[in-house]
């Protein structure tokens, strides 16, 4: 019995022993937790905060500082930057913007010179951009011309002297703040009275995805603008059947001869490779029944080479934010194109996170029919491949990623010669606004220009020179404990030149004050707000628009 009994309490002992180990080892880590350098630095400003100050921010809370953080150190945000928006009629020199960001074909001497290529088009609009002698505007008796055409109004989004771009876009699940990005990106940007923007909605998986958008409490700020036409809400459905233009070539090629119609039972004939022709001459694509119920994973690689194959125009991934007016590019005639896979050499390698391809063309049923006969598989540098072999790639453009995506060869540590402005190292900088970051980094380390003319913290009326004097409560704004401090970010040196930015899927939760999303963010809200103005200097003409949401973790 004594025996059991001191081996009971000596478990006990052990027990009680362990639990104070615990507990000191616990008390040790997290001890340790709040002195590390690395807790500090996320916490913390570079600077203690006086005693003063420490109070003060202690007595009001974090959010009060935040509160009165002036938007910008510059003192003159340039918003108009890009001057004037092109002209309507203007066509894009596909062949220069080609040879003076790639290089010829065989070398690619320029291909790893993104900050050149970035350069040429921020400079040299004037030398790739031109009006040709029978400008667009001109080719139908339909429309107006460029001096009768009704600008944007309120109530209405005008009207084109010439044809109307088609804008496309995928998307699955309800809205969130990066659908909203895109979409005012596009806004503020494009030519609205000459351009649509076509959300295709995954009906296959929701078939209510388009009254649940339209329900969508994100997305109500942009409802005004699908009911004035700017936005068309579209359900997709993978088609079962696609219509083939009836091309001279496919007659070249032996099997499709217009003689051949014999009328059929079933009022088709099955012409070999998964097309059929109807009686009335019409060639449609078919998928096999076995074709539709394996569908791709990869749903939005397919959605784009149909959608544009049916409508034409551009079609631009989720995560594409709109620099600059993409008309130029879209009226060209031949414009069909896509991005190189950063700055991978084989002449297939295509990436279409933004891709234009002609309706109904050549080119893009010759692209679909690869796609389909290859299993449904539209993965870009498959199709791509199929394409050089086939010797098409000299249809389908392939632009230099300084166009579309231009720090994915810095990424991709492809990059030769200068950075791009500013000079990101990896896609999550766009999103970061913390004071370390902004300091440091080396984002301007490629700008030669003049500096922005800064507000000198320390002579601002909401920013007193003595600590002591800080008040909050009277309006004072803090820099030195502000962990997200006003910085010279602008949009106009955000990647100026190219058409696009690429955020390549690597979102952050939420952007950062301050960060370079987020400055485009309340340049845009501004925009909308009747405050500023777009990159061309032109005020919104449309409804209101709600500002973004302020998130709750940065307040
Ligand atoms: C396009 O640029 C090339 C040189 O890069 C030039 O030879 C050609 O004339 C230009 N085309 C037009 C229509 O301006
Ligand atoms: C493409 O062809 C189809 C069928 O031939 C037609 O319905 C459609 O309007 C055409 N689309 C364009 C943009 O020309
Ligand atoms: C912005 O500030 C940074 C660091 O203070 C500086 O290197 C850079 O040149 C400035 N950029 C502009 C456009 O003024
Ligand atoms: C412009 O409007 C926005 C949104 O209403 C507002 O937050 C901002 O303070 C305004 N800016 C100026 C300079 O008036």
Redesign the pocket.
């Known amino acids: 019995m004594a025996k059991s009994e001191r081996a009971c309490s000596y478990r006990v002992l052990v027990l009680v022993r362990n639990i104070c180990y615990a507990i000191f080892m616990y008390s040790l880590t997290v001890g340790l937790f709040y002195v590390s350098p690395f807790t500090k630095s996320t916490h913390d400003t570079s600077k203690t905060p006086t005693k003063s100050e420490a109070a003060i921010n202690a007595g009001l809370g974090s959010g009060t500082n935040s509160r009165l953080r002036p938007a910008s150190l510059v003192s003159n945000i340039n918003d108009a930057f890009l001057g004037p928006r092109p002209h309507v009629d203007s066509y894009a020199n596909y062949t220069m913007l080609v040879e003076r960001c790639r290089g010829s074909a065989e070398k690619l001497e320029r291909m790893r010179k993104v900050g050149d290529c970035m350069t040429f088009l921020r400079e040299k609009e004037s030398e790739y951009l031109y009006i040709p002698q029978n400008p667009p505007s001109k080719q139908s008796a339909d429309f107006p011309t460029p001096e009768e055409a009704i600008p944007a109004s309120k109530e209405n989004i005008g009207t084109c002297p010439g044809p109307i771009v088609h804008y496309h876009t995928y998307w699955t699940g309800p809205a969130t703040w990066r659908v909203e990005l895109f979409v005012k990106s596009y806004l503020y940007t494009q030519n609205l009275p000459c351009s649509r923007l076509h959300i295709w909605l995954d009906a296959d998986t929701n078939p209510n995805a388009i009254e649940d958008m339209k329900k969508d409490k994100l997305f109500a700020r942009f409802m005004p603008l699908v009911k004035r036409g700017d936005i068309i809400l579209r359900a997709w459905k993978f088609p079962m059947r696609i219509?083939?233009?009836t091309l001279p070539e496919d007659q070249a090629m032996g099997k499709n001869s217009k003689k051949a119609i014999i009328p059929s039972a079933t009022g088709e004939t099955a012409i070999g490779d998964g097309v059929v022709r109807k009686d009335d001459g019409?060639e449609w694509l078919v998928l096999t029944p076995r074709q539709m119920t394996f569908l791709p994973v990869a749903v939005s690689d397919a959605v784009r080479f149909i959608v544009l194959?049916?409508?034409?125009g551009v079609y631009c991934d989720m995560d594409i934010l709109m620099l600059k007016d993409m008309r130029p590019l879209l009226v060209t005639p031949e414009h069909s194109f896509a991005e190189r896979w950063a700055a991978h050499l084989h002449p297939g390698d295509y990436n279409t996170a933004v891709m234009a391809l002609s309706?109904?063309s050549s080119l893009s049923s010759y692209l679909l029919r690869g796609g389909i006969r290859m299993g449904l598989n539209f993965h870009p540098r498959i199709i791509g491949r199929m394409a050089y072999k086939d010797g098409r790639s000299e249809e389908f453009v392939m632009f230099e990623t300084a166009l579309f995506d231009p720090i994915w060869t810095e990424f991709n540590w492809g990059r030769e010669g200068a950075c791009t402005i500013p000079c990101f190292k990896d896609y999550g900088q766009a999103f970061v606004g913390e004071k370390g970051a902004v300091l440091g980094g080396g984002e301007w380390d490629s700008y030669t220009g003049k500096q922005l003319e800064t507000t000198p913290i320390h002579k601002r009326g909401q920013i007193p020179q003595n600590a002591e004097k800080i008040d909050p409560t009277k309006g004072d704004y803090n820099f030195e404990v502000d962990r997200y401090p006003p910085n010279n970010r602008t949009m106009e040196n955000f990647f100026r030149g190219a058409f696009t930015y690429h955020i390549h899927n690597q979102w952050a939760k939420h952007p950062q004050p301050n960060s370079w999303i987020d400055v485009i963010e309340r340049a845009q809200d501004g925009f909308f707000a009747g405050n500023r103005t777009n990159v061309y200097g032109e005020s919104w003409h449309g409804p209101s628009i709600a500002p973004y949401d302020i998130w709750p973790e940065f307040v």
Do not use: E, K, V
Not at 309 to 312: A, E, R, S, V
């Open positions: 219509p083939l233009p019409s194959h049916l409508y034409g309706a109904n």
